[in-house]
């Protein structure tokens, strides 16, 4: 039972450079996230799905794109990476959105040169 | 706009001791609250949970007191170990599918 699993674990890019970042659970969960984490600060929402083929933004969104083809993965997009974009990313999952907590994966480790 | 804070940033606390680690939220309209512990290099891992109906939740070495009249939440770990070195998050979570999360303090066992 892996949970939340983030891939890759480490990524160094150089600017306009673009990747995309996968999330995958085995939970059967509805509901999924990601955030970044910048040093100092807690987390913060980029964008986050209700559902499979359901995405929305959140609190940070500018520069990134996802998409939810299949309920198990959610995948974040930078299509042209910016020094601004250096962070810790992480995915979360949950069963329902109120009431019950997320569960997250060990996060992303992203560099933008 | 509103948001979730921690008191500290830091906390040392000597092994065996209790820790209180404190958070403090404006949004008066919250009803559930989560308390995480991310250790370094991984992601944040789940601690207790608590709805705003009530006032008190204990777990194993874990309670989570809320006070909505001061909107104050406060974990606290018994007998701290030194595996309980991490950093603390509190969150709280809106009527928008979306945690807020305060900014962690980092809690450091001495042996």
């Known amino acids: 039972n892996a949970g939340v699993t983030q891939t890759p674990k480490f990524r160094v890019l150089k600017t306009g450079q673009s990747m995309t970042l996968l999330c995958a659970q085995d939970?059967?969960?509805?509901?999924m996230y990601w955030y970044r984490q910048d040093p100092g600060m807690g987390l913060r929402l980029i964008h986050y799905?209700?559902?499979?083929?359901?995405?929305a933004k959140g609190e940070v969104p500018d520069g990134y794109n996802v998409s939810r083809l299949k309920k198990q993965n959610f995948l974040l997009g930078l299509e042209s990476a910016a020094p601004s974009q250096t962070s810790v990313y992480f995915c979360?999952?949950?069963?329902?959105?109120?009431?019950?907590?997320?569960?997250f994966g060990d996060g992303t480790r992203l560099s933008i040169l | 706009g509103e948001s979730v804070g921690l008191h500290l940033p830091t906390l040392s606390v000597q092994e065996g001791d209790n820790s209180i680690i404190n958070c403090a939220y404006s949004?008066?309209?919250?009803?559930?609250f989560i308390w995480y512990k991310q250790e370094s290099g991984k992601g944040p891992q789940f601690i207790i949970d608590?709805?705003?109906?009530?006032d008190k939740r204990q777990g194993q070495r874990v309670t989570v007191l809320l006070n909505k009249t001061v909107k104050h939440l406060s974990l606290q770990i018994a007998a701290t170990q030194p595996g309980d070195s991490a950093v603390y998050f509190c969150?709280?979570?809106?009527?928008?599918?979306?945690?807020?999360f305060g900014a962690g303090t980092t809690v450091t066992v001495r042996a």
């Open positions: 799905s209700v559902g499979e083929g359901t995405t």
């Open positions: 939970m059967n969960h509805e509901y």
């Open positions: 979360a999952s949950s069963y329902v959105s109120d009431g019950q907590p997320q569960h």
């Open positions: 608590i709805r705003s109906n009530m």
């Open positions: 949004n008066s309209a919250s009803d559930y």
């Open positions: 969150a709280e979570f809106s009527n928008d599918y979306k945690l807020s």
